[in-house]
């Protein structure tokens, strides 16, 4: 993986640091945490819809209810990000929700958000006054009554201890996952400096991906990935390419028929070499040589 100077948001959503998170939270407070590239409303999370408030989930089944609820975050969001600090508010529901921005070396890569929990602890007042604020959804009394009394709730005092959890976590978010990449790209950029000198040495044998992987101990899969992370091809294409190297260097140097440099090059048969010579280099083995050759005369 090449080394990031900054961290970007698809970098930090998928690192551990965030995932170590999100499940720190999650078991602290019980509330799912999600992160939000800083201009979209696009989320990434680490739970499943399921899991959010049942509350959220029916507000955002109707169509308003979504159009508040996104119109809602995007001003949430723009605030926690000019304050450059977390920030708890009730949303246009009265649930409290929290949005805490993620900033890298000066700039704003992404926001946590989560919440969606009652300011109060559910009971029939409550319950009421939460169907007044939300009358205009229309909602079946039932569906309504359900969702209420099985969304979760937070004291004042946690929820506030929660929010210095995250800021002070965010703080730190970045560098941890920087970190982490950084390690990863060194790591990876030695282990496939080795399997490329092993398969320069053996680039005229039957070579095969799970063979170089076992060689730098490694899973295929891993190394597959890791492979083109580091120089931006698959292993096959690169193999292909440094074969078809080799075998201009024969035709250019040697008199060996094109039969033997297919397969001293690596190839298993003339017709592969044929084809993948001529789509690498735009000629046939035999025009390349003959081409060279007339430049020489």
């Given at each position: 993986?090449?080394?990031?100077?900054?961290?970007?948001?698809?970098?930090?959503?998928?690192?551990?640091?965030?995932?170590?998170?999100?499940?720190?939270?999650?078991?602290?407070?019980?509330?799912?945490?999600?992160?939000?590239?800083?201009?979209?409303l696009e989320c990434k999370s680490l739970f499943r819809n399921s899991e959010m408030s049942p509350l959220c989930l029916l507000i955002r089944s109707h169509p308003d209810g979504l159009?508040?609820?996104?119109?809602?975050?995007?001003?949430?969001?723009?605030?926690?990000?000019?304050?450059?600090?977390?920030?708890?508010?009730?949303?246009?529901?009265?649930?409290?929700?929290?949005?805490?921005?993620?900033?890298?070396?000066?700039?704003?890569?992404?926001?946590?958000?989560?919440?969606?929990?009652?300011?109060?602890?559910?009971?029939?007042?409550?319950?009421?006054?939460?169907?007044?604020?939300?009358?205009?959804?229309?909602?079946?009394?039932?569906?309504?009554?359900?969702?209420?009394?099985?969304?979760?709730?937070?004291?004042?005092?946690?929820?506030?201890?929660?929010?210095?959890?995250?800021?002070?976590?965010?703080?730190?978010?970045?560098?941890?996952?920087?970190?982490?990449?950084?390690?990863?790209?060194?790591?990876?950029?030695?282990?496939?400096?080795?399997?490329?000198?092993?398969?320069?040495?053996?680039?005229?044998?039957?070579?095969?991906?799970a063979q170089v992987a076992a060689h730098v101990h490694c899973s295929p899969g891993h190394f597959c990935k890791r492979f083109h992370q580091v120089l931006g091809i698959s292993f096959?294409?690169?193999?292909?390419?440094?074969?078809?190297?080799?075998?201009?260097?024969?035709?250019?140097?040697?008199?060996?028929?094109?039969?033997?440099?297919?397969?001293?090059?690596?190839?298993?048969?003339?017709?592969?070499?044929?084809?993948?010579?001529?789509?690498?280099?735009?000629?046939?083995?035999?025009?390349?040589?003959?081409?060279?050759?007339?430049?020489?005369?």
């Amino acid at each position: 993986m090449p080394f990031a100077e900054t961290i970007d948001f698809a970098l930090l959503y998928s690192s551990e640091a965030f995932a170590d998170f999100s499940a720190t939270v999650r078991e602290l407070l019980g509330l799912p945490v999600a992160l939000y590239p800083p201009d979209s409303l696009e989320c990434k999370s680490l739970f499943r819809n399921s899991e959010m408030s049942p509350l959220c989930l029916l507000i955002r089944s109707h169509p308003d209810g979504l159009h508040c609820c996104q119109a809602d975050e995007q001003a949430r969001f723009a605030r926690a990000i000019a304050t450059r600090r977390g920030l708890h508010a009730r949303c246009h529901a009265g649930l409290i929700d929290v949005a805490v921005p993620i900033f890298h070396r000066g700039a704003v890569v992404a926001v946590l958000s989560c919440g969606q929990v009652l300011p109060t602890p559910p009971s029939e007042a409550g319950l009421d006054a939460f169907c007044a604020v939300n009358a205009r959804f229309g909602w079946a009394p039932d569906a309504l009554r359900a969702a209420y009394f099985h969304a979760p709730y937070l004291e004042r005092e946690k929820i506030v201890a929660g929010l210095k959890l995250m800021n002070l976590f965010a703080e730190h978010l970045c560098e941890m996952a920087h970190l982490r990449f950084a390690w990863e790209a060194s790591s990876g950029r030695q282990l496939i400096t080795q399997a490329l000198a092993f398969m320069q040495e053996h680039l005229g044998e039957r070579l095969t991906l799970a063979q170089v992987a076992a060689h730098v101990h490694c899973s295929p899969g891993h190394f597959c990935k890791r492979f083109h992370q580091v120089l931006g091809i698959s292993f096959m294409g690169y193999l292909q390419q440094k074969r078809v190297e080799a075998a201009q260097e024969h035709l250019r140097r040697t008199a060996l028929p094109i039969t033997a440099i297919a397969f001293e090059s690596g190839f298993n048969s003339l017709s592969q070499f044929n084809r993948t010579f001529k789509k690498m280099t735009g000629h046939s083995p035999r025009s390349y040589r003959e081409s060279f050759r007339a430049t020489i005369d």
